[in-house]
């Protein structure tokens, strides 16, 4: 099949369509660097809306790092009907592979499971595309687990559906939601008959939800309480009017009655903002956390993840609490017999103040960036990723060290030693109560060495 974009340039594509969503047909193109969208109805707002989000909306014509996490539409089709061209995805497969457990398990290979480090990963890219998103004023209406690949070895994630994005009096909302992802007082409107149009707020809900079943494996509404007898209507009430938190730390009558992973084992500032969001914020939209504040806490506790030591653990990886313990699997780290924890400050005035729980767990190979040393700063297209130092334990001699890349000011400010400059290439020991200034003191953060042993 040849299809013909609007520059008159042509493409040709298989005659036989891989995939059909709600509102379009999917054709790979012959070149196998592309996807074509034919719409099944092309309606007179339709080349509009498309458009204008290839132009003035879109969300990856600035810079080439928003590619990657967005299927954007990079042309329009005008022949044989209209639609969009989009970039190939290549190497991941739907979220919904990997949340439903009984798919994952049986169908999914140990080694196309990932860890769960890989998660956490794939959890930051999607809070920030949906920070992108929302600081362009748009919002998706339709954020599921079928509108997201990933690939949990790698971390990287694509958003799809992107050419339905609404953006307020301007581009309108195609779809309401997926039953699951819908914010409750979405399908409130529903049930009342009141037109209720997506909006960023719920858009957020939809992100929570994501979050939650990419890092535990669960859906955050769906418990045992009963709603009503019939189960049409239940299963609209439990995420509706009467949507309860399976972790709600009060009403417990919607709590599994088996032992399932908790909000406990991602640290106190993750369990913080999952109950803002499923207690605080499930009935309130104006009170759920935002895309930012996610990545933010996400970013933060991927720095506390510490490898499992059972090769046969699922998720292999762990968030390193009190307790060194995997709650996966249930196994106890053993070696190295201690870990430097790195306790970030920052200057606030004229003091340094503890910078929120910011904690980074020495781990074999754990790279620091520019985020870490410079308060100002977060990972995204501008900012330089390159690893500043690392830490590395020598095993014949029990000892944890700092090791300088390219911090031209890294210096031990204090310690049993006494005060000492670290130059590029040059490695510290690390040992307990140190404080380790990584750069000149009105730009950088302070770490503070605690050693957490584990046996």
């Known amino acids: 099949m040849e299809v013909q974009l609007a520059d008159g340039s042509k493409v040709v594509c298989e005659n036989k369509p891989f995939a059909e969503g709600g509102d379009g047909i999917l054709y790979l193109a012959l070149d196998g660097q592309h996807v074509i969208k034919l719409y099944k109805h092309a309606e007179p707002w339709r080349r509009q809306v498309t458009e204008a989000i290839l132009n003035q909306y879109n969300a990856v014509k600035e810079h080439r790092y928003w590619e990657p996490l967005f299927a954007w539409p990079n042309a329009v089709v005008l022949k044989p009907r209209l639609g969009i061209q989009m970039n190939r995805i290549v190497g991941q497969q739907p979220l919904a592979n990997f949340v439903n457990y009984k798919y994952r398990m049986q169908r999914l290979t140990p080694a196309e499971r990932g860890t769960w480090q890989g998660y956490v990963a794939g959890a930051i890219k999607v809070a920030r595309l949906m920070r992108r998103l929302h600081n362009l004023g748009l919002c998706h ?9 990933i690939n949990p070895v790698s971390g990287q994630v694509t958003l799809l559906d992107c050419d339905c994005l609404v953006v307020p009096d301007f581009l309108p909302a195609i779809v309401a939601g997926t039953k699951g992802y819908m914010a409750p007082e979405l399908i409130d409107g529903l049930l009342q008959g009141k037109a209720i149009k997506p909006s960023i707020q719920t858009d957020l809900h939809a992100l929570a939800v994501i979050l939650y079943r990419m890092l535990l494996i669960l859906d955050p509404l769906r418990g045992p309480k009963q709603h009503h007898p019939d189960s049409a209507l239940d ?194 020991a690390l040992s307990d109560g140190q404080q380790i200034l990584f750069g000149e003191p009105d730009s950088s953060r302070v770490a503070f060495v605690q050693f957490q042993r584990v046996v």
């Open 141 to 149: 209406s339709d954020l599921s687990e079928n509108n997201i690949f």
């Open 235 to 428: 299963d609209l009430l439990m995420y509706g009017a009467e949507a309860l938190f399976i972790e709600h730390p009060t009403d417990q009558s919607n709590r599994p009655r088996m032992s399932l992973p908790s909000i406990a084992l991602l640290g106190p500032d993750m369990q913080k903002l999952v109950l803002q969001a499923f207690v605080d914020g499930l009935h309130n939209p104006e009170r759920r956390p935002s895309a930012a504040m996610w990545e933010r806490e996400l970013l933060r506790m991927y720095d506390r993840i510490v490898p499992c030591e059972n090769p046969d653990c699922d998720f292999k990886a762990f968030v390193l609490l009190e307790q060194p313990q995997c709650p996966w699997c249930g196994t106890k780290l053993s070696h190295p017999p201690t870990l430097p924890l790195l306790q970030l400050y920052r200057k606030v005035g004229k003091s340094w103040a503890r910078d929120g729980n910011y904690t980074i767990a020495g781990n074999i190979g754990r790279t620091l960036h520019l985020w870490h040393t410079n308060p100002a700063k977060t990972p995204g297209p501008e900012t330089d990723n390159t690893a500043l130092a690392h830490i590395h334990y020598e095993l014949t001699t029990d000892t944890w060290y700092l090791v300088n890349h390219t911090l031209s000011a890294l210096q031990v400010v204090s310690s049993p030693t006494g005060s000492q400059s670290v130059a590029p290439h040059a490695r510290i």
